[in-house]
């Protein structure tokens, strides 16, 4: 009966650790982002990542070029690091689903990633294995775009492990 406590306490624990957002809240918030309006084109972004403890373990520039076809974008991202190492490329492909929902690939995501626009919010969730060392972990990304007006935009990614946030992404975005 002990174990059972122990078991019942540590899910409930454990299940408080990973960063949760509610969308709603930005549902009036204005500009409204419009995922295929903003990424239609040239896009530069500088980002950092940090660990659990909040040590900066990568910093990297992306030039990301968008182009529309029908209900869908394809997102080729070129990426450069002053710190750490990772993808030096990535493509996606996000097709434009009905009320707001999105739906994409990539060459190194697990699976199907998911999105949902919330105002001037836009939430993007998906599963990818990270290197580190010789060993690949399998995680989720759970990311949050703002836009802050029509040419910027900020995105702040949730990398969850287990149900804990293992490490957090920051990136800006502007439109060239």
Not at 105 to 129: C, K, P, V
Request: with cysteine.
């Amino acid at each position: 009966m002990k174990s059972l406590f122990f078991i019942c306490v540590l899910t409930v624990g454990l299940s408080g650790c990973a960063t949760s957002l509610d969308g709603d809240r930005y549902r009036s918030i204005e500009p409204a982002f419009d995922l295929f309006q903003f990424f239609d084109g040239e896009v530069k972004a500088w980002g950092l990542v940090q660990n659990r403890s909040g040590e900066v373990v990568q910093k990297f520039e992306v030039v990301i070029r968008g182009s529309i076809q029908g209900n869908q974008i394809t997102l080729d991202e070129t990426f450069q690091y002053a710190l750490g190492t990772g993808p030096e490329k990535r493509v996606w492909q996000i097709a434009r689903l009905e009320n707001g929902q999105y739906q994409g690939t990539a060459g190194d995501i697990i699976g199907e990633a998911s999105g949902l626009t919330h105002g001037n919010a836009f939430q993007w969730s998906y599963r990818m294995d990270i290197p580190v060392d010789d060993t690949l972990y399998e995680v989720s990304f759970e990311d949050w775009f703002w836009a802050i007006d029509e040419r910027r935009l900020f995105n702040r990614s949730y990398i969850q492990k287990f149900g804990f946030d293992v490490a957090e992404v920051t990136i800006f975005m502007e439109r060239q």
